[in-house]
């Protein structure tokens, strides 16, 4: 059996949805497929179900510190796993269910459900079904990357969809990988009840970040008395009853973590291994990721490349993205490219970290004659009301274009109050602009003229 359609979008992620929307809107027929849940992973197993974790776990930390702002209960603050995760899934639930109704009600859209497979460079099977279209998107996502560790097979093991399942909290939660997922899950089952380790094989935490984010990140984390260790190789797994035992060396010798529980987030993974791209002559690089020019295309005529899939962004608004200009390009007669999207992204621990452009090192490395700026949250109006000054504030600008390369927010509101940069950036505006702006008070938001005002030339 076999159908044609004008379009068929593999995955329902935070892409294809939306590209499904403009090409039926266009008057396309479009065939979507799912292998699995509607949303994808942002709102099953990714963005919505953790922020909604955290804001919990940010309501229990808040309610232990009742004292300091003079509100008093009287007894210990107590967790019920259960409703937590309730909270976490009815959310999920909802999203996913308005992505469904939204793609079964669309004009034009035939919802397939199945795991789609390439079997030539413009047909896919789904259940035996044979399905061609002159152009196929593929939104395929990725899943939690489990590396090969001595013992992994003999212990169980969490990653980031199976740890949402938990409804008690974890006696000893051990994370291996010190990056965003990891200290998400890190910081919240903490302030859960749990004790928490965090190992790491890099020589500190988010290690792609400048060396005084991660030390402040490190910081925040201890005070809420994580452990956590650094250039720590895990050596092997092995239960030890109900356990598990995470043995690690590192250059203070060897220790052996025992954990109730352990999570895997060291990494994800392309879900390109099982799509019969060769079927279809779609290069991939060396670790699955889909080949993309500029406007997403992949070395097939016919065939684009969204989302995680392609290793271009590995972010909900960068999925998103992919979509915007793909649809623009296709539809709209544009030439948007990918590489004009400016980095941006946010750590959700607590206080968060924003993050837009260049880090300190990358400026540094890119040779420009730079400025920089830092302000430390301390010194944050609505930070010091709050009584939450962990962290601090960066800007780094071209001392010559006077544009803003990047900046970092690590603190409460940081999360939003670096989209001020951002759309600076965005707006390729010099930064002198910015002094003249009138910002709300008392917001962290105010402050970041005041940084731009310190900005200062560096070596
Ligand atoms: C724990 C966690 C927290 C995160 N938090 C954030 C955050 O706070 N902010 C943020 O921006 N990003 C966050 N992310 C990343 C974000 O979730 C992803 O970047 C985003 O979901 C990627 O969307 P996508 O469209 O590429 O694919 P996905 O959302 O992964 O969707 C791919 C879809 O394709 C389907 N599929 C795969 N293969 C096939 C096949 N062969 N046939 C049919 N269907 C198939 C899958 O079932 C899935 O539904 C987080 C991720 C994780 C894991």
């Known amino acids: 059996m076999s159908r044609s359609f004008d379009a068929i979008v593999i995955g329902t992620g935070q892409a294809g949805p939306s590209l499904a929307g403009r090409l039926t809107g266009a008057g396309m027929s479009v065939a979507v497929i799912e292998r699995k849940l509607f949303g994808g992973t942002c709102v099953n197993t990714g963005c919505m179900p953790t922020k909604t974790l955290v804001a919990s776990a940010y309501a229990a930390h808040l309610a232990r510190r009742g004292a300091d702002f003079g509100v008093l209960f009287d007894g210990p603050v107590r967790i019920d796993m259960k409703r937590v995760k309730q909270r976490a899934d009815a959310i999920s639930a909802k999203a996913r269910a308005g992505v469904e109704s939204w793609l079964r009600g669309m004009d034009g859209c035939t919802v397939i459900e199945g795991h789609a497979r390439f079997t030539g460079p413009h047909e896919v099977a789904v259940d035996g079904e044979r399905l061609g279209a002159p152009r196929i998107f593929i939104n395929v996502g990725g899943r939690a990357l489990v590396p090969d560790i001595p013992g992994i097979d003999g212990v169980g093991y969490l990653t980031n969809t199976s740890v949402l399942g938990l409804d008690t909290v974890p006696r000893h939660l051990v994370v291996i990988g010190g990056s965003y997922i990891g200290l998400e899950f890190a910081q919240m089952h903490r302030r859960f009840g749990a004790a928490v380790t965090v190992v790491e094989q890099a020589e ?67 879900n390109t291994d099982d799509l019969g791209l060769e079927a279809a002559g779609v290069e991939m690089d060396e670790r699955g990721f889909i080949s993309v020019d500029d406007g997403l295309a992949t070395s097939v005529p016919g065939v684009w490349a969204i989302g995680d899939c392609n290793g271009r962004g590995a972010f909900t608004h960068t999925a998103y993205n992919d979509f915007e200009i793909v649809a623009a390009n296709l539809l709209d007669g544009a030439d948007r490219r990918v590489s004009d999207r400016i980095p941006a992204y946010a750590l959700f621990i607590d206080p968060p970290l924003g993050r837009v452009g260049m880090t300190g090192a990358e400026a540094r490395s890119s040779g420009r004659p730079l400025m920089v700026a830092t302000r430390p949250m301390t010194r ?33 509101g940081g999360d939003e109050a670096i989209h001020g940069i951002l759309d600076m950036m965005n707006a390729r505006v010099p930064y002198p602009t910015l002094q003249w702006a009138v910002p709300i008070h008392p917001t962290v938001s105010e402050l970041i003229p005041t940084v731009i005002g310190d900005l200062a030339p560096v070596d």
Do not use: N
């Open 204 to 270: 500190r935490l988010i290690a792609r970040e400048d060396d005084d984010v991660s030390e402040a990140v490190r910081e925040i984390l201890e005070t809420d008395e994580i452990a956590v260790r650094t250039g720590a190789e895990v050596s092997g797994l092995a239960p030890r009853g109900d356990d598990v035992a995470v043995s690690i060396e590192t250059a203070g010798g060897r220790e052996t973590i025992v954990g109730s529980h352990l999570l895997m987030a060291i990494g994800r993974r392309p």
């Open 380 to 412: 944050v109006g609505r930070a010091v009301e709050k009584d939450e000054t962990k962290g601090f504030m960066k800007v780094v600008a071209d001392a010559d274009s006077k544009q803003i390369l990047g900046a970092a927010i690590l603190g409460t």
